[in-house]
């Protein structure tokens, strides 16, 4: 274990290397245990402040090469996105990834990640399970076809204790999807709110179509609401960030989450 003034913990890592881990690669290994992947941006805004990305990648390779964390896909603008390990994990005592990033989904994760840790520095967000514990559970049920959220968590809407699934949305998807996602939205009975995070206003237009034409006119459910935000709103604005409901009407956030 790291003691409180050391900068730096030795870890044999193989009977041959003993590589030495700093207290920030801890951070790192924690953060990405936590929230799934980061991309080298990120990871060098949180935890590299004022230094060049060549000695953040630099950082990065080493940790790599000893194995703690991997490099599972690259961003189109060929920025590196990370994960940690099944050795990184171990070494920080923390639960063995369920699943990496791939090039398909490598801009959606990182951007779920981005959106995770502004919403926690929002709002207060308890209990919050990841799309990579319901895929985990998922999978030793069998269930793989069914609707993952990207999130879920409690919190206060309107001063009520809320279950809250979080859906980010950075493009259109097809109506029939749609129509699964609010289907299988039936069987969590516990999640009173679906909110949308999306990348721009159109997308949230047949999200809000489906939901009023295939949910409220069938009735099935009453006691869940859904909410939207733009995302690049709710990053430049905060609190004052403008929530849309399916009826045309909006408030900041401030006013919905105490």
Do not use: C
């Amino acid at each position: 274990m790291l003691a409180q003034n050391t900068s730096f913990l030795a870890v044999n890592i193989s009977k041959e290397v003993i590589v030495n881990i700093q207290k920030r690669d801890l951070e790192i290994l924690f953060a990405l245990s936590k929230y799934g992947v980061f991309s080298t941006g990120q990871i060098g805004s949180k935890y590299f402040m004022n230094v060049e990305r060549s000695t953040v990648l630099r950082r990065l390779r080493i940790l790599k090469t000893h194995g703690l964390i991997l490099n599972p896909s690259t961003l189109e603008n060929g920025m590196k996105v990370w994960s940690v390990s099944k050795m990184g994990a171990e070494l920080i005592g923390a639960e063995v990834p369920f699943r990496y990033s791939n090039r398909n989904t490598a801009l959606h994760d990182v951007t779920l990640s981005q959106l995770r840790q502004h919403l926690e520095t929002l709002i207060t967000a308890k209990n919050w399970v990841s799309d990579m514990q319901f895929r985990r559970k998922l999978a030793q049920t069998g269930e793989l076809d069914s609707t993952v959220p990207d999130g879920m968590f409690n919190t206060d809407i309107f001063q009520e204790p809320t279950r809250v699934a979080l859906e980010l949305e950075l493009h259109p998807k097809a109506h029939q999807r749609y129509k699964k996602v609010f289907y299988d939205y039936k069987f969590h009975r516990e999640v009173t709110y679906i909110f949308y995070v999306v990348k721009h206003f159109s997308i949230l237009k047949p999200v809000f179509k489906i939901w009023g034409n295939n949910v409220l006119r069938e009735g099935r459910f009453y006691k869940q609401r859904i909410i939207g935000v733009v995302f690049q709103d709710l990053l430049e604005h905060g609190l004052e960030a403008k929530i849309h409901w399916p009826n045309g009407l909006s408030a900041p956030l401030k006013k919905l989450f105490n």
